[in-house]
């Protein structure tokens, strides 16, 4: 086992892991069809359960039953029209109504103006715990110009940092940027911003891995103690992400061969069995797990 990072964060960080494994976290997946299959199969390595229902008729039942197993809503606008637009929004009604907690993956905003708009009005139906996005995702929704293209980011995650602490504050959710450095910023204005700074490039070679990583943060948001806040939970869904796709790339000679050891990383890896040093920090005199 490796060091476990500043002030112990990596003993917490494995409490959590096995908080999700032991709980299984009902995670409801309202999203697009390319990432599916990845979303699902990711869920249940981790050790939680995916529910793939987004039919309007199914949702204002499916969501109760998830708020009272303890689980969370995953919503991600990758696929977009009309009919999905109003499953999101009933979605988001309904976690608003049971109050169950729900994570944004805004895919896309700054590409089109409908996109942008969508993701803008499902949050102000109702605050998501999360929102997790690329640079120019963050930059469009805080009304900035970002320089997007497609689901991708032509910029660093570094750039939409002021843009997140914007919208952080506006809605009072934690932000996330994804890039080669994780920025997770919580809702309290001037709070210590985390950072989680690994991965590896490769899994921008595997479509909807973004998208994976955005409903593990579901999952650990669903399983997290009490005493743990949303924004630190973001972040240590991150940092076991990234550690799995570091040790995953370690037999990878590609892309297809990384997805499937990324998979049984996710699955497999434990506070034994990893032996990678821990870098994420939860900020400047924050490097504790409690509120």
Known sequence: MADAGPSGIGEQLWELVGLVRSKAPLVQCVTNFVSMDIMANGLLAIGASPVMVHATGELESAVPVV???????????????????????????????????????????????????????????????????????????????GGGKGVDSTMGSEAALDAAKLLAVKYGCVVCISGATDYIVGPEEGAPVATCPHGVAMLKNVTATGCLVTSV?????????????????????????????????????????????????????TRETCDLDIKTSLGLGSNHLCD
């Open 67 to 145: 708020g009272s197993a303890g689980g969370a809503v995953s919503i991600n606008i990758g696929t977009l029209d009309d009919r999905w637009i109003e499953s999101f929004k009933m979605a988001v009604a309904t976690c608003k109504a049971q109050d169950v907690p729900w994570v944004l993956d805004p895919v896309g905003a700054g590409f089109t103006p409908l996109r942008t708009r969508t993701a803008i009005e499902l949050t102000e139906i109702s605050p998501p715990a999360v929102v997790r996005g690329n640079a120019s995702e963050i930059l469009a929704l805080a009304g900035a110009a």
């Open 217 to 269: 943060i579901c999952a650990f948001v669903a399983a997290k103690p009490a005493t743990l806040s949303v924004q630190h939970a973001a972040a240590f869904a991150f940092t076991f992400y990234g550690l799995c796709a570091e040790l995953a790339m370690r037999s990878s000679k590609g892309p297809g061969s990384f997805r499937v050891a990324f998979l049984d990383s996710l699955y497999s890896t």
